[in-house]
């Protein structure tokens, strides 16, 4: 955690680059094609994550930083970059 | 191509179609009882029904059906709000009304259209949804009809809804909160008491989908609600007529007058013929029993408590506690279709369900249980399924 806090320090305060870096570590742990996981990955298309990975994958990142991120939100993530921006647009 | 995304749902129906009966789909030949029938020629015990009070078969359901069918006709060929409002209908509702203690009751044509139309309509795009994310189809389709902000909170967790209607602030006092009373999946029971302690905190308001529980839970039977003593904290009641009643057909109760105004924004009520008038005779009738015969709840729990006990006692990987619903979970997708197989070979008909019907990844064998099961019968399910171990289609919980 406290990793993450320091990277925001260079990030200009967005916070984008935290939110990538935690969602690239833990999406490591699904990383079953052991693809480079980077802002362009896709979830389910690259990762093959399904539907109860995914739901795993959001309340760890609901957890970790204090938010909680609306079903209404997920049909426009496709992407970690996707999800990394509504993190940012959620903590504002 | 439009039709790819059903690729996968057609290749599993095709594995399955290697066996004349399939699991999702068997056809029943002849109903014998409550408990016994005859699916695509072989008599089995039906124990995946929802007939949690055997009332289906019961005569004076039938003899009210029948009265009913000869004087209002076999349907109502129209929606509440236009030509199908009959004596009927209207008498249900304030049978339901009165049964549970409100004022204000509406009658749905299934439950499938009452959880989802309540849940569609009373909360709007202003307003947030908190949802448990082990909520029924019916639930997860009408919030995503509401244009409400919806949020899960995890399975039966007081600690992350109190957490999440937190995080809301001001908007918690516009929020929904959804739990159901039993759910269906592992016939677990909501811990109702400390979500409405919390709901009372934050000012928010609480739906609870009885589907499960009505007629089984409660002094009365008025489900897990009255069973926790916080009726006075649920805002709405939604439930069904098809399980402890049945028959066929939905309600929704409310202690808030507005429910009467609300009837007339949902579309699953408005749009849609109502109940044929000899369903709703007879679900009247299951309700006089329910209200007078209190014993066939304990005749369900005993059952319950038989085969849920045979079924630990055997090593299998059944709920932490007795619940008229219990499921036997599987981890191997193979072991779980051939044990349900062998399970309706043996003569015992359960529900198999897959992964994402089942909360999750596991595969599971839902066994529900019946007051018009016999103790002879349901030792029958309890052999069938050693015989499961004994072939080797099923791991003990100890050996997992």
């Given at each position: 955690?406290?990793?993450?806090?320091?990277?925001?320090?260079?990030?200009?305060?967005?916070?984008?680059?935290?939110?990538?870096?935690?969602?690239?570590?833990?999406?490591?742990?699904?990383?079953?094609?052991?693809?480079?996981?980077?802002?362009?990955?896709?979830?389910?298309?690259?990762?093959?994550?399904?539907?109860?990975?995914?739901?795993?994958?959001?309340?760890?990142?609901?957890?970790?930083?204090?938010?909680?991120?609306p079903l209404n939100?997920?049909?426009?993530?496709?992407?970690?970059?996707?999800?990394?921006?509504?993190?940012?647009?959620?903590?504002? | 191509?439009?039709?790819?995304?059903?690729?996968?749902?057609?290749?599993?129906?095709?594995?399955?179609?290697?066996?004349?009966?399939?699991?999702?789909?068997?056809?029943?030949?002849?109903?014998?009882?409550?408990?016994?029938?005859?699916?695509?020629?072989?008599?089995?015990?039906?124990?995946?029904?929802?007939?949690?009070?055997?009332?289906?078969?019961?005569?004076?359901?039938?003899?009210?059906?029948?009265?009913?069918?000869?004087?209002?006709?076999?349907?109502?060929?129209?929606?509440?709000?236009?030509?199908?409002?009959?004596?009927?209908?209207?008498?249900?509702?304030?049978?339901?009304?009165?049964?549970?203690?409100?004022?204000?009751?509406?009658?749905?044509?299934?439950?499938?259209?009452?959880?989802?139309?309540?849940?569609?309509?009373?909360?709007?795009?202003?307003?947030v949804i908190l949802l448990?994310?082990?909520?029924?189809?019916?639930?997860y389709?009408?919030v995503k009809?509401s244009?409400a902000e919806i949020i899960r909170?995890?399975?039966?967790?007081?600690?992350?809804?109190?957490?999440?209607?937190?995080?809301?602030?001001?908007?918690?006092?516009?929020?929904?909160?959804?739990?159901?009373?039993?759910?269906?999946?592992?016939?677990?029971?909501?811990?109702?008491?400390?979500?409405?302690?919390?709901?009372?905190?934050?000012?928010?308001?609480?739906?609870?989908?009885?589907?499960?529980?009505?007629?089984?839970?409660?002094?009365?039977?008025?489900?897990?609600?009255?069973?926790?003593?916080?009726?006075?904290?649920?805002?709405?009641?939604?439930?069904?007529?098809?399980?402890?009643?049945?028959?066929?057909?939905?309600?929704?109760?409310?202690?808030?007058?507005?429910?009467?105004?609300?009837?007339?924004?949902?579309?699953?009520?408005?749009?849609?013929?109502?109940?044929?008038?000899?369903?709703?005779?007879?679900?009247?009738?299951?309700?006089?029993?329910?209200?007078?015969?209190?014993?066939?709840?304990?005749?369900?729990?005993?059952?319950?408590?038989?085969?849920?006990?045979?079924?630990?006692?055997?090593?299998?990987?059944?709920?932490?506690?007795?619940?008229?619903?219990?499921?036997?979970?599987?981890?191997?997708?193979?072991?779980?279709?051939?044990?349900?197989?062998?399970?309706?070979?043996?003569?015992?008909?359960?529900?198999?369900?897959?992964?994402?019907?089942?909360?999750?990844?596991?595969?599971?064998?839902?066994?529900?249980?019946?007051?018009?099961?016999?103790?002879?019968?349901?030792?029958?399910?309890?052999?069938?399924?050693?015989?499961?171990?004994?072939?080797?289609?099923?791991?003990?919980?100890?050996?997992?």
């Amino acid at each position: 955690m406290t990793t993450f806090g320091e990277k925001a320090v260079n990030d200009n305060g967005s916070g984008y680059q935290t939110y990538l870096a935690f969602l690239c570590e833990l999406l490591q742990k699904h990383n079953r094609q052991q693809v480079t996981i980077g802002e362009s990955t896709g979830l389910v298309t690259d990762l093959g994550l399904s539907s109860l990975e995914v739901m795993e994958l959001i309340e760890q990142t609901e957890d970790h930083f204090d938010i909680s991120i609306p079903l209404n939100i997920l049909p426009d993530v496709n992407t970690v970059a996707d999800l990394a921006q509504k993190i940012q647009q959620l903590r504002g | 191509m439009l039709f790819d995304k059903f690729q996968a749902m057609a290749d599993f129906q095709t594995e399955l179609s290697r066996r004349d009966v399939k699991p999702f789909g068997a056809i029943t030949d002849e109903v014998i009882s409550a408990t016994e029938g005859v699916v695509q020629g072989r008599r089995v015990i039906l124990a995946g029904t929802n007939n949690y009070l055997g009332l289906s078969y019961d005569p004076r359901c039938i003899e009210a059906s029948q009265a009913a069918a000869a004087q209002w006709g076999t349907g109502t060929t129209g929606s509440r709000l236009a030509n199908g409002s009959f004596a009927e209908h209207v008498a249900l509702e304030a049978e339901m009304a009165d049964f549970y203690g409100v004022g204000q009751a509406i009658v749905f044509s299934t439950g499938y259209a009452a959880t989802m139309g309540m849940c569609a309509t009373v909360a709007g795009p202003d307003d947030v949804i908190l949802l448990d994310a082990d909520s029924h189809s019916s639930i997860y389709s009408g919030v995503k009809l509401s244009g409400a902000e919806i949020i899960r909170y995890r399975h039966s967790s007081p600690d992350d809804l109190a957490k999440r209607l937190r995080r809301l602030g001001d908007r918690a006092g516009r929020t929904l909160v959804i739990a159901e009373g039993i759910y269906s999946m592992l016939g677990d029971v909501a811990p109702l008491q400390e979500i409405a302690a919390i709901k009372r905190e934050y000012g928010a308001y609480l739906l609870v989908d009885e589907a499960h529980s009505m007629g089984v839970l409660g002094e009365t039977g008025r489900g897990a609600a009255q069973a926790a003593g916080i009726e006075d904290d649920v805002d709405f009641i939604v439930g069904t007529f098809s399980k402890s009643l049945g028959a066929v057909g939905g309600f929704a109760i409310s202690r808030h007058a507005i429910l009467d105004t609300i009837r007339y924004c949902i579309r699953a009520y408005i749009f849609t013929a109502s109940s044929s008038p000899s369903v709703v005779a007879s679900v009247r009738q299951a309700l006089r029993i329910v209200r007078e015969e209190p014993e066939r709840r304990e005749r369900l729990w005993d059952n319950a408590t038989r085969l849920y006990n045979g079924l630990r006692e055997l090593g299998l990987p059944v709920g932490p506690a007795v619940s008229p619903v219990v499921a036997v979970e599987f981890t191997d997708r193979e072991q779980a279709i051939a044990a349900w197989y062998q399970l309706f070979d043996s003569g015992v008909y359960v529900n198999l369900v897959v992964p994402p019907a089942s909360p999750s990844t596991n595969f599971l064998l839902r066994n529900s249980m019946s007051a018009a099961h016999t103790p002879q019968q349901i030792d029958h399910i309890i052999t069938a399924y050693r015989g499961l171990l004994d072939a080797g289609l099923a791991t003990p919980k100890t050996a997992a």
